[in-house]
């Protein structure tokens, strides 16, 4: 999708159960997820294709500093004021290609994103090459419309993409 289609998207994207995470439940089923998965707080954590900032928001209260994402200039505004006051800075720029410098984060964090990448394996590397030492990459995707082919295809990608790079 292109920067003006995720635009008209901005006002009601946060309308699904598992975009804006205002279903209490919901929410809590996303901390029970993530949390763990990161190093304790405060850590830097890139929220690349934020979106509205709602995993950002959710990391950002436990303590973590968050720096979200986003091509979409009016998910980045909904993004603002999810996030107003907390340890957050929202950046317009590609998530294939962040404009974040390398080992710069403890987490890269990609939530339903991969799916759009135009070349997967190469983004998933630029994704790597943002950790830190002994950092973390957090993909979360899912099957959708996607024919099995092509999610086995992105399955391998990735992993080849992540393998660390012998000595």
């Known amino acids: 999708m292109t920067q003006n289609a995720w635009d008209a998207e901005a006002a009601t994207f946060d309308e699904q159960p598992d975009h804006g995470l205002r279903d209490p439940v919901v929410r809590a089923a996303w901390a029970e997820l993530l949390l763990p998965l990161l190093p304790p707080a405060p850590a830097v954590v890139a929220d690349l294709g934020c979106g509205t900032g709602s995993l950002s928001l959710l990391l950002a209260e436990a303590g973590h500093e968050v720096r979200g994402v986003d091509l979409s200039e009016r998910m980045l505004d909904e993004a ?21 410098a390398d ?6 964090l990609v939530r339903h994103v991969l799916w759009a990448m135009p070349d997967p394996a190469a983004a998933v590397g630029r994704w790597v090459r943002l950790l830190k030492p002994g950092g973390v990459l957090i993909l979360v995707e899912g099957r959708w419309s ?12 990735v992993a080849r993409a992540s393998a660390p790079t012998p000595p």
Request: proline share 8%.
């Open 80 to 100: 603002r004021a999810k996030t107003a006051g907390l340890p957050v800075e929202l950046r317009r720029g590609d998530a294939a290609d962040p404009p974040c």
């Open 103 to 108: 080992h710069s984060c403890d987490v890269v």
């Open 146 to 157: 996607t024919s099995r082919d092509s999610v086995n295809s992105i399955t391998r990608q």
